[in-house]
């Protein structure tokens, strides 16, 4: 079955610091792969997408993320955390079931210390 | 650009009762998808619906149900609710069908089942 674990519900780290957040996916086929964020209240915003051309994409507020096929990874970082980086965040994967279907991971929520 | 609204934002129930909620879509997308966000689930796909046919289907029994209209307003309708479909609906909508493509979320509808 197709799936999208993300390591880690929580993940704490200092202001400055590297921010990384990991996500594997199972796929039989090459997926589409995805990383949105949520602030409290509102509803998910994209921040980058996989589509098959470079394996390493950017995305918006200096994110980032390495699709690694041999891994089945998409870990999304950032160099250095910011105080409004706190939030969570959630890789999704993008099948063709017969139509695409958009699966979730559970999410990580990312906390940020002063 | 106005982005995904969705109605009403917060409603509480009871069981047995019925509910709709209401998503209007970014101009011009023509998809609209609604998932289900649960602490313990996490976001769960319900149905896409494209030029008013349902597209594809999540794992939602029969009482989950929805339609799209010809100006791509959304309508997602629960029957005989319960306590376990207490949760936060987004609707998100994209230009086409959801493959590769961005989703734009909404920011939710609140739903209590007492």
């Known amino acids: 079955a197709q799936s999208v674990t993300q390591l880690g519900s929580h993940v704490s780290v200092s202001e400055g610091a590297l921010v990384l957040l990991r996500c594997n996916y199972s796929?039989?086929?090459?997926?589409?792969l995805f990383w949105y964020v949520q602030y409290p209240n509102q509803g998910l915003q994209l921040l980058l997408k996989?589509?098959?051309?470079?394996?390493l994409v950017k995305g918006i507020n200096g994110f980032e993320a390495e699709f690694k096929k041999s891994e089945t990874s998409f870990h999304l970082t950032k160099p250095s955390a910011h105080m409004s980086d706190a939030a969570e965040y959630f890789c999704a994967v993008s099948l063709d079931t017969g139509g695409f279907k958009t699966i979730f991971g559970a999410g990580t929520r990312l906390f940020v210390k002063a | 650009k106005a982005g995904v609204t969705q109605t009403p934002r917060y409603l509480i129930k009871t069981r047995g009762q019925q509910v709709t909620l209401s998503c209007s879509p970014i101009?011009?997308?023509?998809?609209v998808s609604w998932y289900q966000q649960t602490p313990g689930q996490g976001l769960q796909f319900l149905f896409e619906?494209?030029?008013?046919?349902?597209?594809n289907k999540g794992n939602f029994p029969g009482r989950f149900s929805g339609r799209q209209f010809s100006n791509s307003r959304s309508e997602m309708n629960v029957s005989t609710l319960e306590l376990g479909d207490s949760a936060l609906y987004l609707c998100?909508?994209?230009?086409?069908?959801?493959?590769?493509?961005?989703?734009?979320f909404g920011p939710g509808t609140r739903l209590t089942v007492l």
């Open positions: 101009s011009g997308h023509r998809s």
């Open positions: 998100a909508s994209s230009l086409e069908l959801v493959n590769y493509n961005e989703q734009f």
């Open positions: 996989y589509t098959s051309a470079a394996t």
């Open positions: 619906y494209f030029s008013e046919t349902q597209r």
């Open positions: 796929s039989s086929v090459p997926p589409y």
